[in-house]
């Protein structure tokens, strides 16, 4: 009983991460494709708002200087 209540709230302090990535996801998806020319520019604005993590962590390297 004592695993399963510890593994509930490992995934508990968790959801708020997801929140952020989800909310991070449509807005980004709204973005991309609101400045898509085309179909196809708006497909690949949703694959990119799919790994807009990486975009903002490399960006954020970049103007680190790192």
Same mark, same amino acid.
């Given at each position: 009983?004592?695993?399963?209540?510890?593994?509930?709230?490992?995934?508990?302090? !968790?959801?708020? @991460? $997801?929140? /952020?990535?989800? %909310?991070?996801? *449509?807005?980004?998806?709204?973005?991309?494709?609101?400045? +898509?020319? !085309?179909?196809? @520019? $708006?497909? /690949?604005?949703? %694959?990119?708002? *799919?790994?807009?993590?990486?975009?903002?962590?490399?960006? +954020?390297?970049?103007?680190?200087?790192?």
């Amino acid at each position: 009983m004592e695993n399963k209540e510890k593994n509930c709230s490992n995934m508990n302090q !968790s959801a708020p @991460a $997801g929140a /952020v990535y989800g %909310l991070g996801l *449509i807005g980004a998806a709204i973005y991309f494709i609101a400045n +898509a020319c !085309s179909f196809w @520019a $708006g497909v /690949v604005g949703f %694959l990119k708002a *799919i790994v807009w993590p990486a975009f903002l962590v490399y960006e +954020a390297l970049k103007a680190l200087g790192a």
